[in-house]
Each structure stands twice: as structure tokens, then as C-alpha cells.
Nanobody, 111 residues
Framework: QVQLVESGGGLVQPGGSLRLSCAVS????????MGWYRQAPGKQRELVAR???????NYADSVKGRFTISRDNAKNTVYLQMNSLKVEDTAVYYC?????WGQGTQVTVSS
């Protein structure tokens, strides 16, 4: 079992930026992959971004070019930098690692 603590969610205007952080209670040095997911009202939870131990990343088509996932092994933290935010990005965002989920952090994009 692992604990993941998220931060950085909040209210932002369209076109704005936000950085989400997820601190993991165990070392992420050797973890195979971890990612960010989101769930919007009435929709299934979906993968937003994923990063592997080797540094490979992939993104949902809807966020390519706008979001960047990264990890800091020394800090046991994964980040999601979100730029050019759109209203449709509004969702609860979850980080995932070691088969566990964070509690979720609300991101609301509204003018």
C-alpha cells in the first residue's frame, strides 16, 4: 500500500496555467510507470498523461501540446504542468502509482 498526496488544484481562467503535484510515500526511483487521470462529470475516468521509469511519456490527444508530465525521483513527486487550460479540462484529477490512487484534486476552468 502506498499513499499519494495531491496538491495544486483550484480555479483557473481559460488560457491559464496550473501545476499539479503528487507526493508519493514510497520511492518512485524504480517504479515502472505513473500517471495522471481525470474524471469529468458524467464521464469515465480517463488517462491524461503517463510517464515511465525510462522517461517515456504519452498523453491523451485532448491535452497534447498543452500538458506536460514529469517526475522528480529525489522528491518522490510527479507533476502535471497544465497550460492553455480549457473549460473542458474541468475535472477531478487523480495521480496513480504502485496500483494506488490519490484522493483527487479538483481543477475548475472557468471565466
Amino acid at each position: 500500500q502506498v499513499q499519494l498526496v495531491e496538491s495544486g488544484g483550484g480555479l483557473v481562467q481559460p488560457g491559464g496555467s496550473l501545476r499539479l503535484s503528487c507526493a508519493v510515500s514510497r520511492s518512485i526511483f524504480s517504479i515502472s510507470a505513473m500517471g495522471w487521470y481525470r474524471q469529468a462529470p458524467g464521464k469515465q475516468r480517463e488517462l491524461v498523461a503517463r510517464i515511465t521509469n525510462s522517461g517515456f511519456t504519452n498523453y491523451a490527444d485532448s491535452v497534447k501540446g498543452r500538458f506536460t508530465i514529469s517526475r522528480d525521483n529525489a522528491k518522490n513527486t510527479v507533476y502535471l504542468q497544465m497550460n492553455s487550460l480549457k473549460v473542458e479540462d474541468t475535472a477531478v484529477y487523480y495521480c496513480q502509482a504502485y496500483g494506488s490512487w490519490g484522493q483527487g484534486t479538483q481543477v475548475t476552468v472557468s471565466s
